[in-house]
């Protein structure tokens, strides 16, 4: 999918993340902003990373400021703000790209 | 055949805002019944999309411990229901709360659109449950009618902010601007042998108040009531569980009435009271609710 305008979804709240997605040159440029980064950095790099694959998302600008979400929070919040960069809030493909 | 989670416990129904990843992450640890993830009214309405997202991957990736996930979906006055009933059945919600109901013809909607929604996502035809949402005065007039017009229908909720409104009244607190609706709803769901549940109680500070309200409609005879918040759990719990006393007197009751009968005997005293075979249901219904409620030791 392509990001066509700049989106975001989520908030700042405790077990929360806001996702930022807008429109990229060369690939994904992922940056990520969490208190826990040392523990699960990794973690939630991979998590979005594999959410933008199953989007088929291939290029974008992607920020994740983190308060702690649960990895499913993490992958709804980046669903949503691929979604609405589309345009899209219907007909969405639950169990399909959405999983 | 029925579905068999149709009848289940349902003592404390506990809403939550589905836009609050923090709230839907860990409700089952406080032990209520079931669950109300709520799309509608909670959630703002430039948010019902992220809602969603949040609400499929809970359904899927949460265990909730054997506590029913029950979805409130937005009204059908609203361009939000559909997209709200494909996510819920994709995400394997048990049942799908109806809000604002008003007649037997808005469950047949919502119905036709979870049958497609199963057949769609490859879910069993038939496996997800649906109860309805009285919150108008026609829809409390047409109470009986809703109850009867589904087999996937669990039961019927009243909504007391909605109701009181249409009513042109407000919530008092004594209850009695919500007196012919507890009792027309509870009436017809008895007559339809379905569930019927209590409005929510919003005052936290007032627990003593809330407590009243539950004792008032268990004696009145409802199932259970919608919560908001989790401290209302264990009152509700204590007030519909019976007590040791009541469980050691239905069993006393079951008993004799069968060595009676058999002995041809049709009205007897146990414990100083009158007992006929009028008493028999209501002895079986204690005990069947004090099995559900993991309470009896006995035999029965």
Known sequence: ?99 | MSHPNKKRLRRSMMFLNCQKPGLIKDPYIYRPDSIMLDLEDAVAENQKDAARYSLFHALREIDYRGVERVVRINGLDTAHWKEDIRVCVAGGADTIRIAKTESARDVHTVEEHVLAAEREFGRPEGSTLLMAALESCRGVLHALEVCESSERLIGIALSGGDYTKDLQTVITGTGVELQGARQQMIIAARAAGVQCWDTVFTNLDAMDVFEEEVRMIKMMGFDGKSLVNPRQIDVVHKIFTPSQKEIIFAEKVVREIDEKKAMGIGVFTVDGKMIDIAFYDGAKRTIDLAKASGVYEGDL
């Open chain 1, 1 to 99: 999918m392509e990001i066509k305008k700049a989106a975001m979804a989520g908030t700042l709240e405790s077990s929360d993340a806001q996702v930022t997605v807008e429109p990229g040159e060369n690939g994904i440029q992922l940056s990520i902003e969490s208190s826990v980064i040392h523990q699960f950095g990794r973690q939630i790099k991979a998590t979005v990373e594999e959410t933008l694959e199953r989007l088929e998302v291939t290029n974008a600008k992607v920020t994740v400021v983190d308060k702690g979400a649960l990895d499913c929070t993490l992958k709804a919040r980046v669903e949503c703000a691929v979604y609405r960069s589309n345009g899209i809030a219907e007909n969405i493909p639950w169990g399909g790209a959405v999983r």
